[in-house]
């Protein structure tokens, strides 16, 4: 079955930078698009992105287009996500989410990663 | 890109039907058919529940519907059980590989 496990909770302080994994398993992973989707203490979702697993190309949202990068390693069906210059406002939930073959749906979503910047 | 519009709030008693609304604009949730719905426990990861406008994954109880017109789409649970208390999001597509999700609902069962 399908699998997305990402690491466990880390803390940064104001101006580090953080790099998350997404682990994929139970698919041919450079068939599907992975999103990451971030969630705010007692927020809603807010959409950061996606990479096309196959090619490695990426979109990103407008708000974090000079922060992001997302990159993806085939050998390892491994999707990253780093995230620089953070800030108190980046403390959130960071989920990867695997877009369905076909497109527009978000089907698969990994456990989460909290992240916490914090001096 | 604005996050779609839903109520903070919605609840039910046992066995009625609550319905959620998802509003946007015609660049996102009137322009494609492509607006999901997510349930969110406590602690979980977001789950699919609707996808496509009216598509029910596998395992999603028919309790569930979807719905849009013009540039909003709607979430109904029918028969309203305990299990169904959790937030809500609706997302939708937005052109150019890009996606929005909606403010979220919390769903009460009185």
């Known amino acids: 079955q399908v699998q997305l496990v990402q690491s466990g909770a880390e803390v940064k302080k104001p101006g580090a930078s953080v790099n998350l994994p997404c682990k994929a398993s139970g698919y041919t992973f450079t068939l599907y698009y992975m999103h990451w989707v971030r969630q705010t203490p007692g927020q809603g979702l807010e959409w950061m992105g996606m990479i096309n697993t196959r090619g490695g190309t990426t979109i990103f949202a407008q708000n974090f287009q000079d922060r992001v990068t997302m990159t993806r390693d085939t050998s390892t069906s491994t999707v990253y996500m780093e995230l620089i210059s953070l800030r108190s406002e980046d403390t959130a939930i960071y989920y990867c989410a695997r877009e369905n073959i076909v497109g527009g749906v978000l089907e698969n979503w990994g456990q989460g990663t909290l992240v916490t910047v914090s001096s | 890109q604005s996050a779609l519009t839903q109520p903070p709030s919605a609840s039910g008693s046992p066995g009625q039907s609550v319905t959620i609304s998802c509003t946007g604009t015609?660049?996102?949730?009137?322009?494609?058919?492509?607006v999901s719905w997510f349930q969110q426990y406590p602690g979980q990861a977001p789950k699919l529940v609707i996808s496509?406008?009216?598509k029910r994954p596998s395992g999603v109880p028919d309790r569930f519907s979807g719905s849009k017109s013009g540039n909003t789409a709607s979430l109904t649970v029918s028969g309203l059980q305990a299990e169904d208390e959790a937030d809500y999001y609706c997302s939708s597509y937005a052109g150019s590989n890009n996606y929005v999700f909606g403010t979220g609902t919390k769903v009460t069962v009185l």
């Open positions: 496509e406008v009216t």
């Open positions: 015609s660049s996102d949730v009137g322009g494609y058919n492509y």
